[in-house]
Nanobody, 122 residues
Framework: EVQVVESGGGLVQAGGSLRLSCAAS????????IHWFRQAPGKEREGLLC????????YFVDSVKGRFTISSDNAKNTVYLQMNSLKPEDTAVYYC???????????????WGQGTQVTVSS
């Protein structure tokens, strides 16, 4: 069973930093990507950035470029989201998504974590 678990959220003042972790387990595929999303109250969920199993990373929104970085520790099956220079508008529930292509499959299956709350006070 694939499991995706986020951790590291909390309350931080504007300008501060947090590091979120995403532990993904239960799959043996070497073709996958880990995405970070967030959803603020009253807004749609938005994709932020991702990292592939080959350590290629990509950003999806300009608002986090230069402030958020993604990295992975493959030995721990964990992906990190380092968030610096946090702003009140970064307040949201942050979700981790694992897109995994099983051996022999042509499609990717999505697995979501439960989310972790990040609150940035002004």
């Amino acid at each position: 069973e694939v499991q995706v678990v986020e951790s590291g959220g909390g309350l931080v003042q504007a300008g501060g930093s947090l590091r979120l972790s995403c532990a993904a387990s239960g799959f043996t595929s070497d073709d996958y990507a880990i995405h970070w999303f967030r959803q603020a109250p009253g807004k749609e969920r938005e994709g932020l950035l991702c990292i592939s199993s080959s350590d290629d990373s990509a950003y999806f929104v300009d608002s986090v470029k230069g402030r958020f970085t993604i990295s992975s520790d493959n030995a721990k099956n964990t992906v990190y989201l380092q968030m610096n220079s946090l702003k009140p508008e970064d307040t949201a529930v942050y979700y981790c998504n694992a897109g995994v292509r099983a051996p022999g499959s042509t499609t990717y299956d999505d697995y979501w974590g439960q989310g972790t709350q990040v609150t940035v006070s002004s």
